[in-house]
């Protein structure tokens, strides 16, 4: 396995808006996060994903750009950035911007460009039809087909109306985008993620969808289109071959068996693949919105996958939460009676996985779903269409809030915890999304008051995978893949062999006639009493004792 920087790393991703208030309008900014990048050295990771932080009007908080190469003006300025890089590299650590190549804003100039007439030059930039060629679905609600009055014609939205979706087909449009990421790489940034990178290739024949399987839809229609590696071999040669970088696709639509596709490093196209399924598991048959329990034995058999996927010849990020999704205790652990033990339980499982564990802010902390009391106080514009749609259709509202609270993007909105003060330290101002009332109790300073708190779990951790590469470039081996209650695994190569077995559930569990602990001995573990049961949520890391 070659070994690579990009491939030891760990990630922590920055949702800006949410992270540090320096000016108190509200709003996180550029200067609230080199305010904290200390902090960030401190826990210990290797690079900062920053949601975008381009020009934008902000429907879509960010994912709808209007300028590629300008800072949003409610994040601060080029000096601001340029300050931020380099305090970054400074310290030691690494920059990975997040770019949207799939949509622009409606307020870009290409699109204000394009719609004015058929034969501006632009008009080629974005995906014109005289009538919707098809009944495509958008993710925000309602038909991915908008008719623009100015143009006389309807353009292809797969997100909110504000995103209109960019052309690929057109080498220009390739070419902007190029021209963007060179922008960046030159300044000295590190790395994209890449929003929703599967969708740049549209199916040209623009098949129908089954409206009442959103999720097939985009499995098998909207992701993976018929020349999406070849853009991303162009993506490769023309921009990040020239350039010591990393890039990350989010793997929206990719399931395990075209996996290896993306990432071979034979095929010359990313680094990474993001893959969620895991987190899009519990969608029952209205979607998102109408969530159905989850089995562990679904959660570890996808890991499974995309780790044989890959295996030697790729590399994959590993993820239990981003601002898209509920809060990974929330989730997959006991936000409750055991949110310190479940926390650092979870926090072990991504940090002793192969691939990359990126840690959404917050999660370092124990951070937490937060229930607003009605559907007017969600800001996302997923919640507030839908909301919309639902009304509209005389739905039930109450069953529609009690979905959002559980599955909503606002749970990982919510600003920061950063003390216990007023606002919890995120700003001096009125924060733009409200903070989750549990700040007097989760916060940072907290948790640095705190030896054992979940903060200085994460911090061990990471230290621990820094100093065994085992945990970066070891095989995984799954045991025990039937189990609903205990997730255990090996990781192992020539130099070391390490056992995690970690316990889902509220309830102990015997441990004692697990044969493949023979001869390994516990050297981590989220609780301090260590003998033949595992505890509620508790979590181990064995290793391989001395070959006699
Ligand atoms: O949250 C979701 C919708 O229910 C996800 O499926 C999400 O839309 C998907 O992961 C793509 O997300 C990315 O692109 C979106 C943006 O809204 C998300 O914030 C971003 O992560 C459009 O740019
Ligand atoms: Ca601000």
Same mark, same amino acid.
């Given at each position: ?358 840690? *959404? ?165 989220? *609780? ?21």
């Amino acid at each position: 396995m070659k070994k690579k920087w990009w491939k030891e790393s760990v990630i922590y991703q920055i949702y800006p808006r949410s992270f540090k208030d320096s000016n108190g309008d509200g709003i996180g900014d550029l200067r609230g996060i080199i305010e904290k990048l200390d902090y960030l050295q401190w826990l210990g990771i290797d690079v900062i994903w920053i949601s975008p932080i381009f020009k934008s009007p902000n429907d879509d908080n960010g994912y709808d750009v209007s300028d590629y190469c300008d800072i949003m003006l409610e994040f601060g300025n080029m000096n601001d950035f340029d300050e931020l890089l380099k305090g970054i590299h400074q310290r030691g650590m690494k920059m990975m911007l997040d770019l949207v190549p799939n949509h622009s804003s409606d307020e870009h100039y290409w699109f204000q460009e394009s719609r004015k007439s058929k034969d501006n030059p632009y008009r080629d930039y974005y995906i014109w039809r005289d009538h919707p060629p098809s009944n495509w679905a958008s993710f925000f609600s309602g038909s991915a087909w908008e008719y623009d009055e100015v143009a006389k014609a309807y353009y292809l939205h797969l997100f909110s109306k504000k995103q209109p979706d960019l052309n690929w087909e057109n080498p220009k449009v390739r070419q902007e985008i190029y021209d963007v990421m060179h922008f960046w790489f030159k300044k000295g940034v590190d790395g994209f993620r890449i929003d929703v990178l599967p969708f740049i290739s549209k199916r040209l024949d623009f098949p129908n969808i089954n409206p009442q399987n959103f999720a097939q839809a985009v499995d098998e229609v909207y992701a993976n289109g018929p020349r999406l590696h070849e853009f991303l071999q162009e993506m490769y040669r023309e921009v990040a071959s020239k350039y010591d970088v990393m890039t990350m696709g989010e793997g929206i639509g990719v399931k395990a068996h075209q996996a290896l596709d993306y990432v071979d490093e034979d095929r010359k196209e990313l680094n990474l693949l993001y893959h969620f399924e895991h987190v899009t598991m519990n969608y029952g048959e209205g979607g998102k919105y109408d969530p159905v329990p989850w089995k562990l034995s679904t959660f570890k058999q996808i890991f499974k996958d995309f780790d044989t996927a890959v295996s030697n010849k790729g590399w994959i990020a590993l993820t239990l939460d981003n601002h898209d999704f509920p809060r990974m205790v929330s989730r997959f652990g006991n936000d409750k009676e055991y949110r310190m033990e479940s926390a650092k339980m979870l926090a072990m499982l991504l940090l002793t996985l192969r691939g990359c564990p990126c840690i *959404y802010q917050g999660s370092e902390i124990g951070m937490t779903n937060v229930k607003f009391d009605s559907l007017d106080e969600y800001d996302d514009i997923e919640v507030k269409n839908i909301h919309k749609e639902w009304k509209k259709e005389g739905k039930n509202l109450k069953q529609l809030l009690k979905a959002v609270q559980e599955q909503g993007r606002d749970n990982a909105r919510t600003p920061m915890q950063w003390d216990n003060t007023n606002n919890a330290g995120f700003t001096k101002g009125n924060p733009w999304l409200p903070i989750n009332p549990n700040y007097t109790k989760i916060n940072v300073q907290e948790a640095l008051e705190d030896n054992n708190s979940i903060f200085y779990f994460y911090k061990q951790l990471l230290q621990f995978r820094k100093a065994n590469k085992t945990l970066v470039y070891g095989n995984f081996e799954l045991f025990l893949a039937d189990s609903e209650q205990i997730f255990a695994y090996k990781r192992q190569d020539d130099q070391g062999n390490f056992i995690i077995i970690l316990n889902f559930s509220n309830q102990q569990f015997p441990i004692a006639d697990f044969s493949f602990l023979n001869n390994y001995k516990c050297i981590l573990s989220n *609780y301090y009493i260590n003998n033949d049961i595992l505890k509620e949520w508790e979590g181990r890391v064995y290793v391989q004792k001395h070959k006699h």
